[in-house]
């Protein structure tokens, strides 16, 4: 049996296309499959919600490969071993509180189990702006990565959606965009981007439940993007705080697909 290149083509276009269709409208989108996107991810689609994931990178994981300063191991606290325990991946414990994973396994496992769960991850697309009608976030608009690499004048396509997640990491890249518009005015203490803070593990992993939340109407915030938003510190390759700030957002945008919200 021979193989034909350009069914080969074939294929990978079509069913390219048959999931970018699919993916246009859904209930969350996400912009970045970091730890933090990719856990939101999980637990919306392993509870029924479609969930889609714009990356702008070739590879997931966003600074979770990297561990720190390239030595490739993360650190956890024992709050969210829970969470490594549910995507299978290994851990050993270090200290008391102190729990060391491999970066690339726990990249691969969260992006594994993220796609197996239902969530559709299109890499290499990045989220340029936003879409607001009636004072409330409800799509956003998506293109190449290589577009603005290239600095080509691209015009982008919109994808629609209920409620969106920036977990862009410290660059809270979707936020900055909707703070940029006149007469936007965000759930902060300046209702404005607050800046995120230097280096703090320990406040910035206990911050960063508090500032998983809505900043917007229909827009929510996760991960480093939360602690750029409300002006909390980094806290460095400590991992637990972006898994459980996932996973608590798709907690509170599960409660309110249940109360109707959605509707
Ligand atoms: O930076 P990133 O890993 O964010 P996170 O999930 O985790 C933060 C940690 O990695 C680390 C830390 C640990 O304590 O402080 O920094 O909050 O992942 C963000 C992802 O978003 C992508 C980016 O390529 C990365 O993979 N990204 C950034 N801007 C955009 C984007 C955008 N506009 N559209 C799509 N993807």
């Known amino acids: 049996m021979g193989l034909d290149e350009v069914t080969i083509s074939k294929a990978i276009i079509e069913d390219f296309n048959k999931d970018l269709l699919n993916f246009l409208e859904v209930d969350v989108a996400i912009g970045g499959a970091g730890p933090a996107g990719l856990t939101a991810a999980f637990y919306l689609a392993k509870n029924g919600v479609k969930t889609v994931i714009f990356e702008r990178s070739l590879r997931t994981g966003g600074g979770m490969p990297g561990g720190g300063m390239m030595f490739n191991k993360i650190v956890v606290q024992k709050a969210a071993t829970e969470i ?12 008391e509180n102190y729990y060391v994973a491999d970066s690339i396994e726990a990249t691969s496992a969260l992006t594994y189990k993220a796609v197996q769960a239902g969530v559709k991850i299109f890499n290499l697309m990045e989220v340029e702006d936003i879409m607001i009608q009636r004072e409330k976030l409800c799509g956003f608009v998506i293109n190449w990565t290589a ?112 109360s109707s919200f959605f509707t």
């Open 84 to 95: 490594l325990k549910e995507m299978g991946i290994n851990y050993s414990k270090y200290k």
């Open 147 to 258: 577009v603005r690499l290239s600095n080509l004048h691209v015009d982008p396509l919109t994808i629609r959606c209920k409620a969106g997640i920036d977990a862009t990491g410290h660059d809270c890249g979707i936020v900055k965009n909707l703070e940029k518009r006149s007469k936007i005015k965000l759930n902060t203490s300046t209702g404005k981007i607050v800046g995120e803070g230097a280096m703090w593990a320990e406040e910035g992993e206990k911050t960063i439940l508090e500032n998983t939340k809505e900043v917007y109407p229909g827009l929510y915030v996760v991960g480093m993007a939360a602690n750029a938003v409300y002006g909390t510190p980094r806290m460095g390759p400590i991992f637990g705080g972006m898994l459980l700030s996932g996973r608590k957002a798709a907690q509170i945008i599960i409660r309110g697909v249940r």
